[in-house]
């Protein structure tokens, strides 16, 4: 399993961002992928999740309504666009991915984390 995030960057309050996480190695069809992130001295948020399977979303309370998640199944990524960015956004930004098809929903991810992870990607929300 290999995950590579990419997409992060500095950006002003109320713009826009789209990460993507490029994935190899397993197939979406039959994973979990999740979109995590960690401030400096805080700990990791679970930001959003997306089955890979029946395409099953669910969000955080503090990103709902501003951020969406999405698979290519063609490409083999799951992106997270980001509107309406807050300082309090700012972070690195982590794919992460779990061999099972329910693990969204049954918000494991929140719970337990996922198994295999990618090196993270920086958005910085600044003036």
């Known amino acids: 399993v290999q995950l590579v995030e990419s997409g992060g960057g500095l950006v002003q309050p109320g713009g826009s961002l789209r990460l993507s996480c490029s994935t190899s190695?397993?197939?979406?069809?039959?994973?979990?992928i999740g979109w995590f992130r960690q401030a400096p001295g805080k700990e990791r948020e679970a930001v959003a999740c997306i089955s890979g399977g029946d395409g099953y979303t669910t969000y955080a309370g503090s990103v709902k309504g501003r951020f969406t998640i999405s698979t290519d199944h063609d490409k083999n990524t799951v992106d997270l666009q980001m509107n309406n960015l807050k300082p309090e956004d700012t972070a690195v930004y982590y794919c992460?991915?779990?061999?099972?098809?329910?693990?969204?929903?049954?918000?494991?991810?929140?719970?337990?984390?996922?198994?295999?992870w990618g090196k993270g990607t920086q958005v910085t929300v600044s003036p």
């Open positions: 992460a991915a779990t061999g099972a098809v329910t693990y969204c929903r049954e918000n494991y991810y929140e719970k337990y984390g996922m198994d295999d």
């Open positions: 190695g397993f197939r979406l069809d039959y994973y979990s």
